[in-house]
């Protein structure tokens, strides 16, 4: 692209990766439609939700933790455009079961990146966390950086914005096919052209670009709203996130703090299912889950069910983005394995200055796949 020139774009589907993007690109000038195929927040959208974890602990992925700071920075530029900070830091707890990988390399990201956190005696947890089961504990870590993020309230005031910039939204418009070439989509038996068209499309991405379907595969999660029993809710009131770790899963509860319910959930991908099908949890659905949060806290059998929920997300086998072009003018964004929401406002920052040709395309790629410490903002071409 020719740095400098206004350029019309076409974005496809309107969750927090298409939206973040619209927002990147209009405050650069440029002029921009998003089509989504249902309403505007989607319900059914990957990014649709109470709250998601942000922070800097990443495991063995340092790539990504290396661009947490970054992303901080970025929520924070949307934060003072749309007015309103959708961010609470109330911290993460890693409640530790055997031996587990994530340890050692988190650390040594956290100190790296000078992030605080320090270690919890096990014989601590059952004052400070009277809702974890300790037995079975091994290491308990508590980390500064990292919190919650509030989906639904960030993409309805995202949204309000956009519109007062001149993003063309575009609800119930079902995009029936993409031509990356040419720049042009297909609505309806309409076809609409651009300067670039950019594929944000979620679970439905590879049905847009089917050249995905050897790279990302859909998954069905479920998730459960709970709440806590009564002699519970006020350490829950005050509790951080909390992530159990062991061999066998990787669970995790978010507080009914600031507004929202209590959820749980697990980091285990089915890599299976339709994102067309019904969005009800089953019991099967929900198992693993259960499973997980069983060992986690004590007494779970008390904790009342308020809504079940099955939700998809795209997984790639590193659990990197996919971001790549497509085609003479096209663009295509995968969030994949569950992280999008966090680093999504950094990644699509990355992918605009990539389409308004402030970097080159395999320098993103490879950013945004954690493969590479470079600095966009210091990138030129």
């Known amino acids: 692209m020719v740095r400098g020139v206004p350029l019309k774009v076409i974005v496809v589907g309107a969750g927090i990766a298409g939206l973040t993007l619209a927002w990147a690109l209009s405050r650069r000038g440029h002029a921009v439609s998003v089509y989504e195929q249902g309403p505007i927040p989607n319900p059914i959208a990957s990014s649709f939700d109470e709250h998601r974890t942000t922070r800097h602990a990443y495991g063995s992925m340092t790539g990504y933790a290396n661009l947490m700071p970054k992303a901080f920075q970025i929520w924070e530029t949307l934060f003072r455009d749309l007015g309103r ?3 609470e830091p109330v911290g993460i707890v890693y409640f530790m079961r055997g031996g587990t990988p994530w340890l050692e390399p988190s650390l040594a990201s956290l100190n790296q990146l000078a992030v605080p956190y320090k270690e919890v005696p096990i014989a601590d947890v059952p004052g400070r966390f009277p809702m974890i089961n300790p037995e079975g504990l091994t290491h308990v870590l508590e980390t500064e950086g990292a919190g919650m993020l509030f ?9 309000v914005l956009l519109s007062q910039r001149g993003v063309g939204l575009h609800a119930y418009s079902k995009v029936d096919s993409v031509d990356p070439d040419r720049a042009t989509i297909t609505v309806g038996g309409e076809t609409i052209g651009a300067d670039v068209v950019a594929v944000t499309a979620g679970p439905w991405v590879d049905r847009l670009i ?4 050897r790279m990302v595969t859909p998954s069905r999660q479920a998730v459960a709203y709970l709440a806590p029993p009564p002699e519970l809710a006020e350490a829950w009131s005050r509790a951080p996130v909390i992530a159990d770790l062991s061999e066998e899963s990787r669970c995790y509860a978010l507080p009914p703090r600031f507004g929202t319910r209590m959820k749980v959930g697990n980091h285990n991908f089915t890599r299976e299912g339709d994102p067309d099908a019904p969005r009800l949890a089953s019991d099967d659905d929900l198992e693993p889950v259960r499973r997980s949060v069983r060992r986690a806290f004590l007494g779970f059998e008390r904790y009342a069910e308020l809504e079940r929920k099955a939700c998809y997300y795209t997984v ?5 983005f996919v971001v790549r072009p497509i085609g003479a003018s096209g663009w295509v964004v ?5 992280h999008g929401f ?10 605009a200055r990539a389409i308004v040709g402030e970097c080159d395309a395999d320098t993103v790629t490879g950013w945004a796949a954690g493969r590479s410490n470079v600095d966009l903002g210091e990138v030129t071409r």
């Not at 989906?151 to 949204?159: A, Q, V, Y």
């Not at 089917?210 to 379907?213: E, N, Q």
């Not at 790639?316 to 990197?320: P, R, S, V």
């Not at 995968?334 to 569950?338: E, K, Q, V």
């Open 85 to 87: 900070r959708h961010y």
């Open 151 to 159: 989906p639904n309230r960030i993409m309805s005031d995202l949204i």
């Open 210 to 213: 089917p050249m995905l379907k």
């Open 316 to 320: 790639e086998d590193k659990e990197q």
């Open 334 to 338: 995968s969030a994949c394995s569950g």
């Open 342 to 351: 966090k680093l999504q406002p950094l990644i699509t920052d990355g992918l």
